[in-house]
């Protein structure tokens, strides 16, 4: 099925660990994002690249890197894991023109 | 800076309710703005996508509209139904990478 493949679905870190959560659209889309979700905050861009090869700091970049591999591949990589990036993390991609945006499932990360 | 509010934060209605859920923006220099649906522990469902050029979309019981020189979209839910029971989110696509600005959400509770 066409979309936005994120893995993993569910992870626990301990506090200092470091992981990286993968996303994979198959649609051709040229632009990526990394959003994050708490409780009653919405969400909230993390990091974005607006074109292969290029990434940008989005709201709270703090605490995490990004590699835009290739076209269809956008990582977000935790070096130092802290209770405070304990949330629900989205991939999403687009193009241009503009036919919406296609989000992932998410992953459910939880830092103790 | 983008920032988005939705107006307001719950609602509860009885079974059958036309109801308008709000959505304001701060800067009419936008792309699109795209109404997202997501259940209790779920990813989001996009709803309807309105580009920057259109003042409304339809899609069977949901009609967005757009005013982008106010900054102003809203969700119209006609003959509403217990299925209907989610948070609605409002986002706009804008910036270099179009990327999206969520706002907080809209809790909607359709009572039998």
């Known amino acids: 099925n066409a979309g936005v493949t994120q893995t993993p679905k569910f992870q626990v870190l301990k506090t200092g660990q470091s992981m990286t959560l993968q996303c994979a659209q198959d649609m051709n889309h040229n632009s990526m994002y990394w959003y994050r979700q708490d409780p009653g905050m919405g969400l909230r861009l993390i990091y974005y690249s607006a074109s292969e090869g290029t990434t940008d700091k989005g709201e709270v970049p703090n605490g995490y890197n990004v590699s835009r591999l290739n076209k269809r591949e956008f990582s977000l990589r935790l070096e130092s894991a802290a209770p405070s990036q304990t949330s629900v993390y989205f991939c999403?991609?687009?193009?241009?023109?503009?036919?919406?945006?296609?989000f992932g499932s998410g992953t459910r990360l939880t830092v103790v | 800076k983008q920032e988005v509010t939705q107006i307001p934060a719950a609602l509860s209605v009885p079974e059958g309710e036309n109801l308008v859920l709000n959505c304001s923006f701060t800067?009419?220099?936008?792309?699109?703005l795209q109404w997202f649906r997501q259940d209790p522990g779920k990813g989001l469902t996009s709803l309807l996508l309105?580009?920057?050029?259109?003042r409304e979309q339809t899609s069977g019981r949901l009609n967005a509209s757009l005013d982008k020189s106010s900054g102003r979209s809203t969700l119209y839910i006609a003959a509403s139904q217990p299925g209907d029971s989610a948070t609605y989110l409002c986002?706009?696509?804008?910036?270099?990478?179009?990327?999206?600005?969520f706002g907080s959400g809209t809790q909607l509770t359709v009572l039998p």
């Open positions: 999403a991609s687009t193009t241009v023109p503009n036919y919406g945006y296609t």
């Open positions: 800067d009419s220099a936008i792309y699109n």
């Open positions: 986002a706009v696509g804008s910036g270099s990478a179009r990327q999206l600005t």
């Open positions: 309105i580009q920057s050029s259109q």
